[in-house]
């Protein structure tokens, strides 16, 4: 699980890579929940909020640019 600070020392481009990353293993999660048993059903929801903190921090980086690119 990524630490608000982690997240905000990452470039754009390494933020772009972990949200990918982070989407196929939840792809690859709920492709074993269908043919086996997955033993730690948490990390659904670690992986969610991973790939929710990487969004919230891309979504401030675009408002702060967009907010100087104005001033």
């Known amino acids: ?15 772009t890579v ?3 990353r982070l989407h196929r293993k ?4 709920r492709t074993q ?10 990390q659904f929801s670690k992986l969610r909020k ?5 969004n ?4 401030v980086r675009r408002i702060k640019s967009t907010q100087e690119a104005s001033a």
């Not at 699980?1 to 933020?15: C, G, T």
């Not at 939840?26 to 999660?29: A, G, K, P, R, V």
């Not at 919230?56 to 979504?59: I, K, M, P, Q, V």
């Open 50 to 54: 991973d790939i929710a903190r990487l």
């Open 33 to 42: 929940a269908v043919t086996e048993k997955i033993e730690d059903v948490t």
């Open 56 to 59: 919230t921090e891309r979504s």
């Open 1 to 15: 699980m990524m630490k608000a600070n982690e997240v905000h020392k990452l470039s754009d481009e390494e933020i």
């Open 26 to 29: 939840i792809f690859d999660l």
């Open 18 to 20: 972990e949200l990918r």
